[in-house]
């Protein structure tokens, strides 16, 4: 009667646990992250038991040999992988809008036309004091069109710093999160909930990595995860309990770098993915568009410059500089604050010649100042039309590749109902034998 209390026993035991699992896969059916636990039983095999020893013939029970966490590591990579692609392409197009809201916001193009037409109407009539007015407000106009649109872009890149700095941060974060938790992993027992709990939290935090860099994982027997930033040939992050430290730098010319510091030594990250690698790409559009903006003011009030010591002022002398650079080329101000100092005459011309400004019509057209200035914004908005309609495929992408990994490691509470059902009936059995083994067991006592 021992061994059919002891096989009883067991069963009650080991259902009891399978119904703690089911139970906190019911609970945990809405919570992210989490990975369908099973209950993984084994016979109990009674020794010497064969018809030829003589022993018992019955078995010795079940026995509990751990939780199992039912996951599929190549579907959970392709998360990974399309998490990286579609924050590459989010993050680039982000950060393209704000390249094409610097670009467009302080109407450049409009204001270099408004200055060439006031130059035209002026030409008209060259002693017309208001038609010379107007065009020093032009003027005035298309110089601050110019500085404000280089400190759009300025800031533009100063924000972009501070986010590049921001998501290093985070990864810093998240690689000492999960060296903390390859350090759980080590120590705990293997087929445990807190195993399977802290397997959760590894794949949970590998794959916010993925959003900011793209990364290669590979676990060990214990289940400790080993990281590398850049794909699979760029530098371990994660290894065990230690963890590396990631760092930006943009240079002078706008390219930016990443660098991840690990045992005393730094190692290049190139990241292919993740919101880094969108930084990375920003960063070489913000640069391309401030080096073009830079030459088109350069040509712009060097031009106009040039046609003005070309030709005479109102009072017959010499054009004086309309336009002063600062800082920067794009660092524009209005110099000429005298409407008759406009050289509208060739040098001797008179008042009423207006030869000069035909020269401002050759620049206007030579130069190709309001084209390329159009061209500029159009580019911007193509790239970021491009990138728009890559994010969407991608999003498509990226859901299809986590409704995968649910399917395989999610909750389906049809299934724990069905589960639930199962195990309880087979707790009440198992509750049965111990309560007939014990009716048995008085039942001899009786008869002796």
């Known amino acids: 009667m021992s061994d059919l209390m002891s096989i009883g026993a067991s069963g009650v035991r080991a259902?009891?646990?399978?119904?703690?699992?089911?139970?906190?896969?019911?609970?945990?059916?809405?919570?992210?992250?989490?990975?369908?636990?099973?209950?993984?039983?084994?016979?109990?095999?009674?020794?010497?038991?064969?018809?030829?020893?003589?022993?018992?013939?019955?078995?010795?029970?079940?026995?509990?040999?751990?939780?199992?966490?039912?996951?599929?590591?190549?579907?959970?990579?392709?998360?990974?992988?399309?998490?990286?692609?579609?924050?590459?392409?989010?993050?680039?197009?982000?950060?393209?809008?704000?390249?094409?809201?610097?670009?467009?916001?302080?109407?450049?193009?409009?204001?270099?036309t408004g200055f060439f037409t006031a130059s035209t109407t002026l030409a008209a009539d060259p002693t017309s004091s208001a038609a010379r007015s107007t065009m020093l407000e032009a003027g005035t106009s298309v110089a601050g069109a110019f500085t404000g649109t280089g400190r759009a872009l300025d800031q533009v890149a100063s924000d972009m710093d501070g986010t590049a700095d921001d998501a290093t941060a985070q990864l810093d974060t998240l690689g000492q999160s999960l060296a903390s938790v390859n350090d759980g992993l080590g120590r705990a027992a293997a087929g445990s909930s807190a195993a399977a709990s802290l397997a959760d939290q590894r794949d949970s935090?590998?794959?916010?990595?993925?959003?900011?860099?793209?990364?290669?994982?590979?676990?060990?027997?214990?289940?400790?995860?080993?990281?590398r930033l850049g794909g699979a040939g760029g530098p371990t992050f994660v290894a065990g309990n230690d963890a590396g430290h990631v760092t930006y730098a943009r240079s002078d010319t706008g390219a930016v770098s990443f660098a991840v510091h690990r045992d005393g030594q730094a190692a290049a990250l190139v990241p292919g993915g993740g919101a880094l690698a969108g930084i990375a790409d920003a960063a070489s559009r913000i640069s391309d568009s401030r080096t073009q903006l830079d030459t088109l003011a350069s040509s712009f009030a060097d031009g106009v410059n040039s046609v003005q010591a070309q030709g005479d002022d109102l009072n017959g002398t010499p054009g004086a500089a309309m336009f002063s650079v600062g800082a920067t080329p794009t660092d524009l101000t209005l110099s000429l604050t005298d409407p008759s100092g406009i050289a509208a005459a060739a040098h001797g011309g008179g008042t009423r010649d207006n030869s000069n400004l035909a020269a401002l019509a050759t620049l206007r057209t030579g130069s190709g100042v309001e084209n390329k200035t159009t061209a500029l914004v159009a580019d911007t908005a193509a790239a970021l039309a491009a990138k728009q309609t890559v994010a969407t495929a991608q999003t498509t992408i990226h859901d299809g590749a986590v409704t995968a990994r649910d399917a395989v490691s999610g909750v389906n509470l049809d299934t724990e109902a069905v589960d639930l059902m199962r195990f309880q009936q087979a707790y009440q059995a198992s509750s049965r034998v111990i309560q007939v083994a014990r009716d048995t067991f008085q039942s001899i006592i009786a008869i002796n």
């Open 15 to 112: 259902y009891q646990t399978a119904l703690g699992t089911v139970s906190d896969n019911i609970a945990n059916v809405g919570t992210a992250g989490y990975a369908r636990r099973t209950t993984n039983l084994a016979e109990v095999t009674a020794v010497g038991s064969s018809l030829s020893g003589g022993g018992s013939l019955a078995g010795g029970g079940v026995t509990l040999t751990g939780i199992g966490r039912i996951t599929d590591t190549y579907k959970t990579a392709e998360v990974r992988g399309s998490a990286s692609d579609l924050a590459r392409t989010q993050a680039g197009a982000t950060w393209l809008d704000r390249v094409q809201t610097a670009l467009t916001g302080n109407q450049l193009g409009d204001r270099l």
């Open 205 to 227: 935090i590998t794959e916010q990595m993925s959003a900011i860099s793209d990364v290669d994982v590979q676990t060990d027997a214990q289940g400790r995860a080993t990281v």
